[in-house]
């Protein structure tokens, strides 16, 4: 007699049926499985017959043993795959490592003059990107029915039944409270706070906000400043007002970045229920002056990075130019309103962060010069500005191409070549 596959049997145990009978098949729609786990599931169980089945001669041959083993190998990866897969999507994973990223940046402009820590960034990053998977996910939770009206986010895997909700917030539950310990455990308390600061302000602030008021984009701004000062929290144990420099960045950079996006998708943001700018704005004109006007709040910070001591003078030049170079998008899009338009104003702001934070780390400059605004580890500082006047007058900045062998990579940092 045909014996059923370790799937069948787990399957039996989930039905609905209360059943125990070997003769009636397990229903497949209640596995909400992976494509190929079903195919193990649909073929490790024949097909039920009416007439009896004449038993086997052969004592044994109905249970091969490498056949179950295979079967439950095949079931435990279809069942990973798929649960990892929803894992990546409920997190928004490449968001998220944009977020780290960001993060990354930070806790290096946090080191000043000492050696990077590498197990503290590393340890860093990994919090960063629990919480921001939590937040994440937290988020999907909250907007499944919006979800499912947009064709954009339809095949999420709470919209399209991958997943059940319980899982999804056991998932976010426990990245949440994961980052926050290990950030807490292995930086400090000032850079977990942040992060779970930033995890309540994106999920219980800016996802209800979403569906209420157009501001709701300011607010997400906020929410994506704040992880490279956590960065340098956990770096440096303190906020200090060199740190404040990538954050604002950050902040104006995200407004022509999501109101080309908002433009884009407005259709689909209509169809969710969300209250974006670009749905008040049929011609584009006001929310492509609201990029134009923060890109130009971007062009001050290369020379505040260099008044501060953070970076050489090349950062003010390069910064300048990257800016510019966005805002030519922006006004662009104000003069014409056109979709591609809109659509080369939100590439070139995907362009512009990552040049961005990598200009201020091969031009960051070792100064120990700070003024803390909220200190935590009792650092000592000198800013008086009789010290920032001779560091400015013996620091010597050097053309880009001198940085290039030494870091090639955006996290590494950039080697001292000035004697202080």
Not at 399 to 420: H, K, M, N, Q, W
Request: include cysteine; aromatic fraction near 10%; charge should be positive.
């Amino acid at each position: 007699m045909w014996r059923r596959s370790a799937v069948s049997r787990f399957s039996s145990r989930i039905s609905l049926s209360s059943s125990s009978s070997s003769s009636s098949p397990p229903n497949p729609r209640l596995i909400p499985w992976s494509r190929e786990l079903c195919a193990v599931n649909t073929f490790s169980q024949p097909p039920v017959s009416s007439e009896p089945t004449p038993k086997l001669a052969i004592s044994g041959a109905g249970s091969d043993p490498n056949r179950v083993l295979t079967s439950r190998i095949a079931a435990a990866a279809g069942l990973g795959q798929h649960y990892a897969r929803c894992y990546w999507e409920l997190s928004k994973a490449r968001l998220s490592m944009l977020v780290v990223a960001t993060s990354g940046t930070g806790y290096i402009l946090g080191t000043g003059n000492a050696a990077v820590d590498l197990a503290g960034l590393c340890y860093t990053c990994a919090g960063t990107m629990m919480i921001a998977a939590s937040a994440n996910s937290l988020n999907q939770i909250f907007e499944i029915s919006n979800d499912a009206k947009m064709k954009r986010t339809m095949k999420r895997p709470l919209p399209s039944g991958r997943i059940s909700v319980p899982h999804a917030v056991a998932w976010a539950t426990i990245a949440g409270t994961s980052g926050a310990c290990l950030l807490a455990s292995k930086t400090n308390m000032m850079a977990a706070g942040l992060a779970s600061a930033n995890l309540v302000l994106y999920a219980f602030v800016y996802t209800p906000l979403k569906q209420i008021h157009p501001i709701n984009t300011w607010v997400g701004a906020v929410v994506g400043a704040i992880p490279p000062l956590l960065g340098w929290a956990a770096a440096s144990g303190e906020i200090s007002l060199n740190s404040l420099i990538l954050p604002a960045a950050l902040y104006f950079w995200q407004i022509p970045h999501f109101m080309a996006l908002a433009h884009l998708c407005r259709n689909d943001y209509a169809a969710g229920g969300y209250k974006m700018l670009s749905l008040f704005d049929p011609s584009g004109k006001r929310i492509a002056a609201v990029a134009l006007r923060n890109c130009f709040y971007m062009v001050p910070l290369g020379f505040i990075a260099y008044d501060w001591g953070l970076t050489s003078s090349w950062f003010c030049l390069e910064s300048t130019l990257l800016t510019m170079a966005i805002a030519a998008t922006a006004f662009s899009f104000y003069r014409h309103g056109t979709m591609e338009k809109a659509r080369k104003m939100f590439h070139a702001s995907l362009l512009f962060l990552p040049v961005f934070m990598s200009g201020l780390l091969i031009h960051r400059v070792y100064d120990e010069d700070k003024q803390p605004l909220l200190e935590v580890a009792g650092l000592p500082n000198s800013s008086t500005d009789e010290v920032k006047t001779q560091r400015r007058k013996i620091r010597a900045a050097q053309p880009p191409v001198a940085y290039a062998s030494a870091a090639p990579f955006p996290f590494l940092p950039a080697p001292s070549f000035y004697s202080p």
